[in-house]
Structure formats: C-alpha cells, structure tokens
C-alpha cells in the first residue's frame, strides 16, 4: 500500500539553526501539506501546497518557514532560524484531489527538538 | 470558544465495551468530519469519513454527525486492546486548501 514517508525520523538542533524536514508524498498525490504537533497538543495546520504554490497557511507559518517541492518526488519544509518552540512533530500529508471527501494520508512525522 | 473541543481524556474501558467519543464544533462553515486514529509517536491514520448529517458505518466502529447541535461522535463497539490509541476528530470547510482542523484528541485505554 502506497504511504507517505518522513526523513529524518528525529532531529536535533541547537537554537536559530536552520532544518529542513523531508517529506515523500505519495506518487500520484497532487496536495501537500505540513501540520505540527507540539507534545501534549493538538494537531495544527501549518500550510497546504498544490501546483508549485502555497495554498493556504496559518499564522504559525510566519517568514521564518519555507515549503518546496524541488523535484518531482519530494516536499520539503525549511525552518530558517528555529526557535525553542519550534520544537515539536513535524507531519507531513498527501491528498490526490484537495477538494471534497478527499483523504489526507499522514506520514510517520518527524521529530524535531531545538535546543 | 475554541473552533473544535474535543474531551482529552484519558477514558480507560475494559474490553467488550462500548466506547463514545465525541466532538463540538463552532462553525458552521464545516461541512466534511473525519476521525483518526493516532498510535503513540506516529502519524494520524483516517478511520472515517463523513460529509452528512446521519450514521455511518464500518466494522464495529460508527460515525455519527449531526450539524444542528454541531456535534460528532465515534461508536467504537465490542473495543479490543488493540483499540488502545488517540481518537482526533477533524473537520473541514469546503475549500480547495484541503485544511483540517483537528481536536485535542481523546486518548482510550481498553483492558484486558
């Protein structure tokens, strides 16, 4: 069964360092999107992507945060600068018509702490 | 008032029971509700799908939404251990951004 896959699982980084999380959608999606999990909170929105732009994004995803899809296979999130509270997961998720009963397809997240 | 409120629990059961999970909404704009599984440190996993006020079934597990009283519930019956997980209700406007709002989550424990 087709899945989405999140590169690194984990990562650690020290304070306005910059990351870039890694995300393969699944093959024949055409939306993108990023939520975050802060521990112990709920799920947020942070930006959906379709057709080499940014559809929609939420105050979280301030200046600070990039989205890319640099080849055909994967979409990135970069952080510029992180921030202590950036520290949360990271999930990324794939639908193929963005519209209607559509699915979003959620991968395995990654972890990120800034120390 | 927060946009989706969701009791976070934790609900502990033992096994055979019936569990209910459920949602409150504020706006009216939702129109499509969806409930996801989440296992410790992984990502949300669709369970259900709904777009209608009514019922909707799958196996043992029933999703029920009614937009008068913008409230939404998850029947989970006869629950098995490995039913043990976090419940995220999310709902979404009829858009093209695809954007879901999710709830806090409820975590449940089934006993064996």
């Known amino acids: 069964e087709p899945e989405v896959t999140q590169t690194p699982s984990h990562q650690v980084t020290q304070m306005g360092q910059e990351v870039i999380l890694r995300c393969v959608p699944i093959s024949n999606h055409l939306y993108f999107y990023w939520y975050r999990q802060i521990l112990g909170q709920k799920v947020e929105f942070l930006v959906s992507f379709y057709n080499n732009e940014i559809s929609e994004k939420s105050e979280i995803f301030d200046d600070q945060f990039s989205v890319e899809r640099p080849d055909g296979s994967n979409f990135t999130l970069k952080i510029r600068s992180t921030k202590l509270e950036d520290s949360a997961m990271y999930f990324c998720a794939s639908s193929d018509t963005g519209v209607g009963t559509d699915t979003q397809y959620f991968g395995p997240g990654t972890r990120l702490t800034v120390l | 008032q927060k946009e989706v409120e969701q009791d976070p629990g934790p609900l502990s059961v033992p096994e055979g029971a019936i569990v209910s999970l459920n949602c409150t909404y504020s706006?009216?704009?939702?129109?499509?509700f969806m409930w996801y599984r989440q296992y410790s440190r992984k990502g949300p996993e669709l369970l259900m799908y709904t777009y209608s006020s009514g019922n909707k079934e799958d196996g043992r597990f029933t999703a029920q939404v009614d937009k008068s009283s913008k409230y939404i519930s998850l029947f989970i019956r006869d629950s098995q251990p490995s039913d043990s997980a976090t419940y995220l209700c999310a709902m979404k406007k009829v858009s093209n951004t695809g954007k879901l709002i999710f709830g806090q989550g409820t975590t449940l424990q089934v006993k064996p």
């Open positions: 706006n009216s704009a939702f129109q499509y």
